[in-house]
């Protein structure tokens, strides 16, 4: 079935998603790995780009 969207959209709309969640830097990341996983040697490596920064108070649970 055809795609309507271009891959060049759909890697748009993805960094907005990711990026809006995980920063610029970290979906930049994420799209390059995801573009090349056939070259990855391990891909347990790649867990940590998706894994959220514990920066933020709430983030550590300061709520909890």
Not at 36 to 49: C, Q, S
């Given at each position: 079935s055809d795609n309507p969207m271009t891959q060049g959209?759909?890697?748009a709309?993805?960094?907005d998603?990711?990026?809006g969640?995980?920063?610029a830097?970290?979906?930049n990341a994420i799209l390059?790995?995801?573009?090349?996983?056939?070259t990855v040697p391990d891909?347990?490596?790649?867990r940590r780009l998706w894994q959220a920064s514990i920066?933020?108070?709430?983030?550590?649970?300061?709520?909890?």
């Amino acid at each position: 079935s055809d795609n309507p969207m271009t891959q060049g959209e759909v890697e748009a709309k993805a960094f907005d998603l990711i990026g809006g969640a995980l920063g610029a830097r970290r979906a930049n990341a994420i799209l390059r790995a995801m573009a090349n996983l056939e070259t990855v040697p391990d891909v347990t490596g790649l867990r940590r780009l998706w894994q959220a920064s514990i920066k933020t108070p709430l983030a550590r649970g300061a709520l909890a």
